[in-house]
């Protein structure tokens, strides 16, 4: 009985083997596009059951004006809908218009998960003309664009304008460097009631990381490797460890909220004033604010940067990619055109998953009486940040995500005085070294 | 059915000597056993086995395994600060509800047991909390119980004791937030004391009281020994659960094990590696520890019942 | 002396209440939440008085993604169906040869069997979820019902072993007599005289497969297919607007069917319990 059991395991392992070496070899090249938008395609995104509906009104649309094609919309959660893509990408089972991010598409761009889109663009199926370089480029690995920019975000200092007013301090500039940064928070502070802080902790959130470094003239990734040095990191801890003990930050046990649901953190609940927030979560954050009665408008300025010349406030970009294995090419090439370039699309999105990227589509949405406040805002200030060039774009590789837990567990250790800074700053040298691999 | 045969417990099962069972009782046997064993080869025994060779490799979903012989758990005893704290989260867990879960589900359940009216109501209200115990509400609930400025702030505001300490946010505090959170879903372990609770003859505890026993002594000379099997049925559950604890840290904690990995469960731990780093050779390594861990911890209890458990046939 | 008494009934009904209270607040808080406004969600208390708004239950009801809230309760009720008709059949089968039938092995095999009981899940699940994807069966419920209709379930095969053992032999013998082989006692006698223990295992296999989170994780990827658990979860996303009255109104009528089945059968359950001689 036991060398049955053995000789079916070793065939389980054998067969899980080979099959595993079918699917890392793949077969075959990318499908070519046949040119006509009368496929039936699934699009893949994540978000709340909000913007599934806005999505459902953009598939309704795309159908309408292609006869023939059919667009079934996949949703789930944002943490699960990453958690799960590497599974569908090995399985075979990922949608032909995927929705990706510049935070995590490197690994599947690295491994031929994903179709090329240049022979798409170069033919006119996907016109992206309305899209600033800059933004376009945020999809480009290695010199192929593998995705179409569908929504950017920029990082930005977000504040509660009714609360820094009550203070007594002025508004806060587009060009302070940390230090005038630091200086204003404590300002705020002096005239903020007992329980409310000025800031919340910046430190252990991997992009105000990135401004930082950026801001500092450095690089955040080189290849597969940190591109700035230890000192640097030392003094972004040593920087947000001192602002938490003059008592301008939140206390460090609410770290965890910070990263949750927009409405419960401490921005929205109104227990601090100020925090780093992309731009697409501002309206939702001034939401909850207005209807808890405690503010009612969240502006924004630039990260603080060491030099004013230099922007540090880094984009992301949500899009859209194709799969390798994708056969139905032309109607994903369509249903990515119509999301980036109709106007009507724009007008039912709203830009709920970043900054909608074609110009015309902008356009039309500052034009249009039913567009939110807050999103007409961010739309204004995005289109200034890229006129005036005051954008960063980083290029992220593989294991982000694994360095960004590590940065807040790093961090928490640190701020719960478990580590110094020095081993902090080892922790996370070679905590990058593992999850950059 | 009211009859309850006294059996002996299932190790002192004899094996059947082969010259007497016939041929049919064999393949009798053997047929109504085959849904299991099949199981036991496929979704057990052969995963069991698998998972030994994927310990010793190197391996991501989008890849084929690598052979690294025994660089995994090298890593894990060696350079993995994680796999220890987690370890050491995990025992701290076990060894503080394990005790007051059974405790509280044999105090309700001998409180219960003397005929108290609406008896069934009492019995639905205290099992509730184990149906809805691993759900995303409750998570919120929990945190909006345990912050800064959470509801038993607030009380021991009422009380007296004025603060505004993090109790779900600050890693010295926060696992305990958790064994709250499984002492509070005692309900199932009740249900079962309640039920082995009826099964002790009456007659015992009068005889007892008329030798002028009080309730202290029948407890300690009646009902514990009486219940003693039921008492390492429950433990023995309790404890081989608690090892594998999952839902509660994983949804509280938002996936992450924090504050500072101060409700980083073992499995939690595993299943980042596996699931969310797609190091599932590492992952697999892991499992593999825990097994060896349990099967020792189930061992020592099985000695110790030996000891103190009392089986009505005397075995 | 009788003063006495009723003091510590008095007391013992005050303790009782108490931790009623204790128990029962988190399911009125989360009552009073999936009737509240979303902007007052962090509040812990129960009632929620100005904000109340059935708009959680409406919204909660549309569901996620164009799959309104029904799929999902009609998928964890299909998955737990099965599972419950999956473990009666093949536990109470392995059970029967455990407890009736003398083959070779067998005490070997009980030993092994127990053992899975104590085995933690977590060994096999990288290569069970391996093996469950080289077959296909991501995003299908086999890996669901798959490993009950192979009983798996050590803890309901042993439930069952105990409670066959009490049956007593002459039932058997006198079957035997009329011409019964052992498929015959099986349904005949022993299947019929175990109707405790086997509704305590469809309650309990109910119960567990309705409020299973972690597998529908791993395997079920297309929103479609969720069972209950999983689409709790969707309702919170931390890139966008979280749907909190819905995300509470949906686990309070989740909650019902469950809680309706332990209500419903709780006396066949402690009877169960209690007749399986758990004592040895």
């Known amino acids: 009985m036991r060398s049955t059991i053995r000789g079916r395991t070793s065939a389980i392992a054998v067969s899980a083997v080979a099959s595993l070496a079918l699917v890392a070899c793949g077969g075959g090249g990318p499908a070519e596009s046949t040119g006509e938008v009368n496929e039936a395609i699934t699009y893949a995104f994540w978000g709340s059951p909000a913007r599934a509906e806005k999505v459902q009104k953009i598939t309704d649309l795309f159908e309408a004006r292609h006869p023939g094609a059919t667009v079934t919309a996949d949703v789930a959660d944002y943490n699960s809908y990453v958690e799960r893509l590497t599974v569908r990408a090995a399985g075979g089972g990922l949608a032909c218009a995927l929705g990706v991010q510049s935070t995590f598409i490197a690994p599947y761009a690295e491994q031929d998960v994903l179709r090329p889109l240049d022979d798409l663009i170069a033919n006119g199926e996907i016109d992206v003309s309305g899209i600033p370089p800059e933004v376009l480029d945020a999809g480009r690995i290695d010199g192929t664009q593998y995705m179409i920019p569908t929504g950017t975000f920029s990082r930005l200092l977000a504040y509660n304008a009714d609360a820094v007013a009550s203070t007594g301090a002025p508004a806060p500039t587009d060009d302070m460097t940390w230090a005038q940064y630091a200086d204003w928070l404590r300002a705020i502070q002096r005239g903020l009631p007992e329980g409310v802080y000025a800031s919340e902790i910046e430190g252990s959130n991997m992009f105000s990381l990135t401004s930082w470094v950026v801001g500092h003239d450095a690089r955040m990734f080189d290849g597969k490797r940190l591109g700035f040095d230890r000192a640097l990191l030392a003094e972004w801890f040593e920087f947000w460890l001192a602002r938490t003990e003059e008592g301008v930050t939140v206390p460090p046990a609410m770290i965890p909220e910070q990263s949750g649901s927009l409405e419960l953190t401490p921005l929205a609940l109104g227990k601090a004033v100020v925090a780093t927030r992309d731009i697409p979560h501002i309206p939702v954050t001034e939401q909850a604010l207005s209807a808890n009665g405690l503010g009612s408008t969240v502006a924004s300025v630039s990260t603080p940067s060491e030099d004013p010349a230099r922007p540090a406030n880094v984009l992301g970009t949500n899009g859209i990619a194709i799969p390798a294995d994708c056969d139905e090419v032309a109607t994903a090439g369509g249903f990515i055109d119509f999301f980036v370039g109709d106007v009507d699309a724009a007008l039912a999105f709203q830009s709920d998953n970043g900054i909608v990227t074609g110009s015309a589509a902008q356009e039309a949405l500052l034009a249009d009486p039913s567009t939110p406040d807050g999103t007409k805002r961010s739309i204004e200030t995005f289109r200034e940040l890229t006129a005036s060039g005051d954008v960063a774009t980083t290029t992220y590789p593989a294991g982000l995500s694994t360095l960004t837990t590590e940065l807040r567990r790093i961090y928490q250790e640190l701020a719960f005085r478990q580590t110094s800074v020095d081993q902090a700053v080892d922790n996370f040298f070679t905590a990058a070294e593992r999850a950059l691999e | 059915m009211t009859a309850t045969i006294q059996r002996p417990p299932p190790r002192a099962v004899a094996p059947a000597r082969s010259h007497s069972i016939s041929r049919r009782e064999n393949l009798a046997g053997y047929l109504f056993l085959s849904p299991w064993l099949l199981g036991f080869v496929l979704i057990t025994g052969g995963p069991v086995l698998a998972s030994l060779y994927l310990s010793f490799t190197d391996y991501s979903v989008l890849g084929s395994p690598d052979w690294t012989g025994t660089e995994n758990y090298e890593e894990m005893l060696t350079s993995d600060p994680r796999f220890w704290t987690s370890l050491s989260v995990t025992m701290t867990y076990l060894l503080a509800s394990v005790p007051l879960v059974q405790v509280a589900a044999l105090t309700l359940a001998v409180l219960m047991n003397r005929g108290v009216r609406g008896l069934a109501v009492y019995r639905a209200v205290f099992y509730i909390p184990s149906l809805i115990g691993g759900s995303v509400a409750i998570a919120i609930l929990w945190t909006a119980v345990f912050a800064g400025d959470g509801l038993l702030n607030g009380l021991l505001g009422a009380a007296g004791i004025r603060t505004d300490y993090s109790w779900i946010g600050t890693p010295d505090t926060a696992l305990w937030t958790l064994v709250v959170l499984n002492v509070w879903q005692f309900g199932a372990a009740m249900i079962i004391y309640l039920a082995g609770l009826r099964q002790i003859p009456a007659e015992l505890y009068e005889a007892a009281t008329v030798d002028g026993a009080g309730p202290a002594r029948r407890f300690a000379h009646i009902t514990l020994p009486m219940l003693s099997p039921v008492i390492f049925f429950n433990v023995l559950m309790n404890v081989v659960g608690a090892f594998q604890a999952f839902n509660t840290a994983y949804i509280v904690s938002n996936g992450t094990g924090g504050p500072a990995d101060a409700t980083l469960f073992y499995t939690l731990y595993l299943y980042q590696r596996g699931f969310v780093d797609f190091d599932m050779g590492y992952a697999s390594a892991l499992g593999w520890v825990l097994l060896l861990i349990v099967a020792a911890a189930v061992a020592l209890l099985f000695a110790i019942s030996r000891r103190l458990v009392f089986y009505g046939d005397n075995t | ?280």
Not at chain 3, 10 to 33: C, D, E, K, N, T
Not at chain 3, 122 to 145: A, S
Not at chain 3, 179 to 192: M, N
């Open chain 3, 1 to 280: 002396m009788i003063s006495t008494v009723t003091r510590a009934q008095f007391y013992r009904h005050l303790l009782l209440i108490s931790m009623g209270v204790v128990m029962f607040y988190p399911l009125a808080w989360m009552l009073g939440a999936s009737f509240r406004d979303d902007s007052a969600i962090g509040d812990p208390g129960v009632w929620p008085g100005a904000q109340f708004t059935v708009s959680g239950y409406a919204e909660g009801w549309r569901g996620v993604s164009g799959v309104g809230f029904w799929r999902f309760l009609l998928n964890s009720f299909v998955v737990a169906a099965f599972c419950v008709a999956a473990n009666l059949l093949a536990c109470s089968l392995t059970a029967y040869a455990f407890a009736r039938i003398r083959f070779r092995f067998r005490g070997l095999l009980f030993a092994l069997m127990l053992a899975t009981l104590m085995l933690p899940h977590h060994v096999i699940l990288v290569p069970q979820y391996v093996l469950f994807r080289e077959l296909g069966w991501i995003d299908t419920y086999f890996p669901f019902v798959v490993p009950k209709l192979l009983a798996t379930d050590a803890f309901f095969v042993f439930l069952l072993v105990q409670f066959f053992r009490a049956i007593p032999k002459e039932l058997d013998e006198a079957a035997r007599i009329d011409g019964c082989g052992h498929l015959g006692i099986f349904f005949r006698i022993i299947l019929p005289l175990s109707k405790p223990a086997l509704a305590t295992t469809a309650i309990f296999t109910f119960i567990y497969s309705w409020n299973d989170f972690f597998t529908p994780l791993i395997y079920l990827t297309e929103p479609e297919l969720y069972t209950v658990p999983l689409a709790l979860r969707a309702f919170i996303d931390t890139t966008s607007n979280s749907a909190f009255g819905a995300l509470f109104a949906m686990s309070v009528l989740s909650l019902l069917p469950v809680l309706g089945i332990f209500i419903a059968f709780q006396r066949l359950l402690v009877e169960g319990i209690s007749t399986t001689g758990l004592r040895g």
